[in-house]
């Protein structure tokens, strides 16, 4: 990727979701420690969601996190198939979810996002091979998707981003692509196949557009973050397999600040990664400062 700056956070047990607040904040879901931890912008442990436990409003395997436009926290629980919002300093407000195929409950849900245009909350579900629809409170709105490879099916899909005029981005981990649908459902297009090259996908596993609508996936096959037009076309990759700066062992979670600053969940390795900055003109080029 060029030059690179990367600083990371190791005290961290097995990273899933990360998200950013408005004051920069890093809120991270350490799957299996059973926490949401939130580090200041310079890495500093400032707080932690620590509920775990089976019961209702507590968490057993953190999975997805997002911030919403108060900076509410929404967290998915895989383990408890559930999804909760917490204030930003930790207050539950509300949750919803249990096992099961009715509306609002869960298979195994993994990845989360709130929509910025009408605030919506989307959480897919990698069993149930579909996105759930939820009102800002967590009451059930609406569902799309079903199993198959098909325009609008799934094959496990992982994690979900929104742009900023509401469509939906899916990472369908099974069939290697990023599927588009507008805020309610619709099917819009597609990208991406399997396989290592520039523009192919190997199990995309996290997503999320940028401020510039520019779409970053994760890709646990190829040990890379990939970055697109949110139309598709393939601008640049970075990482590769390793534990060394800049190499991943499965990035299951990312986020992109204000100044294009990219943060990593860089799950197997136990740590969390930023620093990669990806300035886009025409094609590419990065500056790798921090």
Known sequence: MGNVAVKTIKTIKHPHGVALN?????????????IVSIFSPRRDKLRTLDTRGPD????????????????????VDGGNHRLLKFSRGGDLIAA??????????????RGVCVN???GKVYVVDFDAHRVYIFNSDLTFCNKFGS???????????????SDRSGCVYVADFGSHRVQVFTPD???LRQFGKDGSKNGELGYPVSICVDSDDLVYVGEDGNYRVSVFTCEGVFLK???????????????????????????VSDYWNNRGLHGYIVLVAGIN??????
């Open 56 to 75: 209702f409003g507590e968490m057993k395997t953190p999975c997805g996190v997002a911030v919403d436009g108060d900076d509410n926290i929404l967290v």
């Open 185 to 187: 459902g619709g099917y």
């Open 22 to 34: 408005q004051a920069g904040e890093i809120i991270v879901a350490e799957h299996d420690a059973g």
């Open 96 to 109: 919803v979810g249990s096992h099961g195929d009715d509306p609002g409950q869960f298979s195994d849900p």
């Open 285 to 290: 080029t990065d500056t790798g400062k921090v």
């Open 237 to 263: 990759s970075f990482g590769s397999q390793g534990s060394g700066p800049g190499q991943f062992d499965r990035p299951h979670g990312i986020a992109v600040d204000q100044c294009g600053v990219v943060y």
């Open 147 to 161: 199993k198959g490879s098909g325009n609008g099916q799934f094959n496990y899909p992982y994690d979900v981003a």
């Open 116 to 118: 910025s245009v009408n």
